[in-house]
């Protein structure tokens, strides 16, 4: 019963903070592209569709896993925590949501990701520079570390030190702890969201390849609760999304 109050009140805790930074000042300074606002994706599509088509460039080693996952998925030797849990979705795989998200450009000196989906945080530091591999390794995240940039209309995000708990995608592509990600972020109309991720892992594969998903800005929506297990909301509107 105590675990539970002190997890109500860091949550609460964190939620004044930030509510309160919200409520300090602007989100961002003059010149800075406004990305602000609720998200969601009118398409989704379980096995990640790479920039110019074609399948994935694994690795011999890449391929030995991948094909491992795809067994273990589908036997349930292999657990989707995800889903299962509500773990984090983990790279690549938590730009495919077909639930909404919202994007903060706050508190002062980050941008704060909020999905729906599992409820997951992203932390992007911004203008900070990328600490050694040896430094992330010592604490992986699902979603890795990310430190990111303003270049003009866009958003640059570097993102490592991620934990190999994860699949880049629903189908269970994978990926080691050495991946490492950078992901373009813009407005590519004023009701439209565009993030092209590179993905590199030359474990993995053998050359570096990207991912694009593009979302409609959606302000009347309000991020609801995510609980594994239960009903959530209608996705009827998402393309691609497999029904009950």
């Not at 990310?146 to 880049?168: I, P, W």
């Not at 702890?177 to 590199?200: A, G, K």
Request: charged share 20%; aromatic share 10%.
């Amino acid at each position: 019963m105590d675990h539970h109050r002190g997890c109500i009140s860091s949550n609460s805790a964190f939620a004044a903070v930030f509510v309160a930074s919200l409520a300090a000042g602007p989100a961002h300074g003059q010149g800075v592209p406004d990305i602000s606002g609720t998200y969601w994706a009118t398409q989704y599509n379980a096995k990640v569709q790479l920039v110019g088509g074609g399948e994935l460039p694994l690795t011999p080693a890449g391929k030995a896993a991948y094909e491992k996952n795809m067994v273990g998925l589908k036997d349930g030797s292999i657990a989707d925590n995800a889903r299962k849990f509500c773990t984090p979705d983990g790279p690549v795989r938590n730009l495919a949501t077909p639930y909404p998200f919202d994007v903060f450009q706050a508190p002062p000196g980050q941008v704060t990701i909020i999905h729906e989906l599992n409820h997951q945080i992203r932390v992007i530091a911004l203008d900070k520079p990328m600490p050694k591999y040896e430094e992330l390794a010592a604490l992986p995240y699902y979603n890795g570390h990310s430190f990111g940039r303003y270049e003009g209309d866009t958003l640059v995000v570097e993102t490592a030190g991620f934990n190999e708990k994860t699949f880049l995608d629903a189908t269970g592509a994978p990926h080691t702890d050495e991946l490492t990600t950078t992901e373009r972020i813009r407005r590519i109309s004023p009701t439209q969201l565009e993030i092209v991720v590179t993905v590199h892992d030359p474990q993995f594969y053998t050359r570096d390849w990207q991912a694009r998903f593009v979302y409609v800005l959606r302000d009347d929506v309000r991020i609801e609760d995510y609980v594994c297990g239960e009903p959530h909301r209608d996705l009827s509107s998402v393309a691609g999304v497999r029904r009950p």
